[in-house]
């Protein structure tokens, strides 16, 4: 199928998808369309079983799907805008230390745990892999992914405060786990070894200069919006500069997804302050709502059909069931350490290390690295494990999204009431001091 007949595709699916969960399941959007997905999935695998050719044309329409590049070159910047967008850079400022400790060194602590203890439980299951694979599969599922994340806390109904204090991280720990997870795959191919100079040079390009072209790219934008006054054209650009921005990062080989958060704040922001009318601002709104819900409802989709690709075994799938709590395990430390050094310095509300654990969703980031891993060495060599960290990143992903997002809601609830009791004064839903 060509480009057309894909996109066609997918976006029937996903409207038949989302009317039988609107109108059945009534789950939050993303999760009921990933479940629909996975069971159509599962419906193709069994009917193969009778009519092998079945199965095997649907995973063949699916494998010319890039999933890594379909995501990660082309979705995640709009996705990424979408969401800055709508948040406050004030409400940000207020939580910049939290949001910073946790999306650099929280990543990184996170990477190492869960590198380590997955060594550990392979060992253990008699599974060899070698253990710059088991840090691999710690440096791309450490990273909370901001579109699961955000998919499920509008759904359960978060507070806006504890909407961006959980979602901040997530849409800055990108820049730190890229950059692992490239110098960790070098690692793996054999193309280099451990260079933390040239690590660090990676990192002042990749997340610092995303930081500044997203900053230019926010200022020249918004010069252009005060120039008009005409919710079309200004709408157009906005569309612009999620689509091109994102496409000349690539080019200058800055990250991306960092440019798209800073344009994103800095027109969220700064241009409803002065550059935009109400009319404008209403347009605006609706646009990118849409355009994230969207595309949210097709990445979710998407994962959900990836199941027809990913080859299960009965000990894969039980290493991935038991890598999850390893990934929350490594979560709880990640996040616990650092609140509980901050406490001594500021006030940090009741249950604020559980939410912080329980709202780290993985999502489809992590799938889209781990299919960006190689299963053949440029010398003809082949990656055993390649397989084996594709499996329990889907799995940890599937069951993070399933278990983490139906009851996060039931979670906030108990942890607003608690406080709210206990401290009914203060905002119960703080989670980091100014």
Known sequence: ????????????????????????????????????????????????????????????????????????????????????????????????????????????????LVGGMTYALMTLMGVHIRPVYCLLFGALISPTDPIAVLGVLKHVGAPKELEMKIAGESLFNDGVAVVAFIGLLEIASGTS????????????????????????????????????????????LSLATAAGGYALAYALHVSGPIAMVVAGLFIGNEARAGAMSEKTREHLDDFWELMDEILNAVLFVLIGLELLIVAFDAQSLLAGLLAFPVVLLARFIAVALPVSLMKRRRVFTPGAIRILTWGGLRGGVSVALALSVPGKLADGTLVPEREMVLTITYVVVVVSIVVQGLTIGPLLRRTIAAAAAAEPEEAPIAVGGG
């Open 193 to 236: 070894g451990l260079d933390l100079q040239r690590l660090s040079l990676l990192f002042v390009q990749e997340a610092i200069g995303g930081v500044l072209y997203g900053l230019a790219l926010g200022f020249v934008t918004l010069a252009m919006l005060r120039k008009v006054d005409d919710y079309k054209v200004e709408v157009l």
């Open 1 to 112: 199928m060509d480009l057309f007949q894909v996109s066609a595709a997918l976006l029937s699916l996903t409207a038949i998808f989302s009317f039988f969960n609107h109108r059945f399941l009534r789950l939050p959007t993303t999760i009921g369309l990933m479940l629909i997905a996975m069971t159509t999935s599962l419906v193709m695998v069994a009917v193969g079983e009778l009519f092998p050719a079945v199965e095997a044309e649907a995973k063949e329409h699916l494998s010319g799907i890039d999933f890594n590049k379909t995501l990660m070159q082309g979705m995640l910047g709009f996705l990424l805008f979408a969401a800055a967008l709508h948040v406050n850079l004030a409400d940000l400022k207020k939580q910049r230390l939290v949001i910073g400790v946790l999306a650099t060194g929280g990543v990184l602590m996170s990477t190492v």
